[in-house]
């Protein structure tokens, strides 16, 4: 075994379309780890579940994943150790939107039947964004909850379509060695005056909580409440069948600058925050230009950490929500199918990123309409590296618009001037 490993040509390394898959030399960090976890072990004489496997010179997907797990295995505890010690998060959130504009998810009800129908698809989408710099996979559960299902009449997938999707993020998770999330949301019956609904919307929360526990998961993210109640209602069932997990609870803003039960987003923040979140904040519904002030006011009463995750639409004082914005040329209401209309360009990622660094902002990403180049860019304003830095634009290399060193008048100039 110990000879294949080294061979010059190839290492044996954990990927997804075969057991055992023989790759060039050439591979990522992660994978390097692995193969050196693999021979650290072997020397210390570890004995494998499988002997007979052992025997031959394959190392196997499931013993690196178990090598993996053992070594690596994130918690809780380094969730909220990484928060209190001042580090951000980087979440990319934006999977329903993503989906949809592949063709693999439906605008309208927005249920993820994608996660039974086409597996592979959310796993890569997993593995682009955390590829992109996302810090987290966060379990693609959002509107996987028992109502939308009831709308479009599949009640019967749900409990298999939130343990496929935990179960895909945990995978992802651990290979990466980041973050795995829970993920829960507005449930669409929740009435604050109406006992019966709100007794509902806990027996939903409560199943998806409990299937996120089991899965284990780092923390559990329950976001875009419209209401502080039925945020404050999802945080209780979270503390109460979570055994312990973290919640970060997010609200959506709206284009009146207070909740729908009528709290400012600073005092609905500040009471989810003293109700025991880990993390409070905004999600979703509005642009950097118009979530920004909120989250401005918001710090200087939470004092824990706190979430800015708009979506990547130019919103404006007049158009302050997705919701609210109209297409520049025909003036009907853009959402959901003419959003692209209004995409801001990667120079506003970079100015929302540093303006979130500015304010302190520790737990940052993109919701609705976030794609991976747009996570690049935010997580290269905190400074990091991702592999897809790799890629990042170099315009110098353009043969019109580059080093006029390295290319020919006849393109940086002439053909420049014609283009113009």
């Known amino acids: 075994m110990l000879q294949t490993l080294f061979d010059p040509g190839f290492f044996f390394v954990n990927y997804p379309f075969s057991n055992c898959y023989a790759l060039p030399k050439a591979v990522s960090h992660n994978k390097f780890d692995l193969i050196k976890e693999t021979f650290i072990l072997l020397c210390l004489r570890v004995q494998f579940s499988e002997p007979e496997e052992t025997k031959s010179n394959i190392v196997t997907a499931d013993h690196l994943r178990e090598i993996r797990k053992s070594r690596n295995m994130p918690s809780s505890g380094r969730f909220l150790e990484r928060l209190s010690n001042g580090q951000s998060l980087l979440v990319a959130e934006g999977y329903l939107f993503e989906i949809e504009r592949r063709g693999y998810l439906k605008a309208g009800a927005f249920v993820p039947e994608v996660v039974l129908e086409h597996p592979h698809l959310v796993k890569a989408l997993h593995e682009e964004f955390v590829h992109a710099g996302s810090d987290v996979v966060l379990a693609f559960t959002y509107y996987a909850h028992r109502e939308k299902l009831r709308v479009i009449g599949k009640e019967d997938i749900l409990e298999n379509i939130n343990r496929k999707a935990l179960s895909i993020a945990k995978e992802v998770a651990r290979e990466t060695g980041t973050l795995f999330a829970g993920n829960i949301c507005n449930t669409t019956v929740y009435v604050r005056d109406d006992e019966q609904a709100k007794a509902l919307a806990r027996s939903m929360f409560k199943e998806q909580v409990e299937w996120a526990v089991e899965a284990g998961v780092d923390y559990i993210l329950a976001e875009t409440f419209d209401e502080v109640g039925e945020a404050m209602l999802a945080l209780e069932v979270i503390k109460q069948y979570g055994k312990g997990t973290p919640a970060v609870v997010t609200l959506v803003p709206s284009a009146r600058d207070v909740t729908f039960d009528g709290l400012s987003y600073p005092e609905a923040c500040l009471r989810l925050e003293n109700a025991g979140a880990a993390v409070v904040g905004l999600n979703c519904g509005r642009g950097p230009e118009t979530i920004l002030p909120l989250i401005a006011e918001i710090k200087k009463v939470c004092k824990g950490p706190v979430a800015c995750l708009p979506v990547p639409y130019r919103t404006s004082c007049q158009f302050k929500t997705m919701q609210s ?96």
């Not at 970079?350 to 990403?365: H, I």
């Not at 609705?368 to 897809?388: D, F, I, V, W």
Request: positive net charge.
């Open 325 to 420: 914005l109209v297409h520049p040329k025909t003036g009907e209401k853009s959402f959901p199918i003419d959003l692209p209309a209004h995409f801001v360009g990667r120079s506003e990622v970079l100015e929302f990123g540093l303006e979130c660094k500015r304010l302190g902002v520790e737990y940052v990403g993109l919701c609705c309409g976030n794609c991976s180049h747009y996570m690049r860019t935010l997580a290269e304003t905190y400074c990091r590296q991702p592999p897809a830095s790799r890629f990042s634009p170099d315009m110098s290399q353009h043969y019109m618009y580059g080093d006029k060193n390295k290319f020919k008048k006849y393109n940086t100039e002439d053909l420049v001037a014609a283009k113009n």
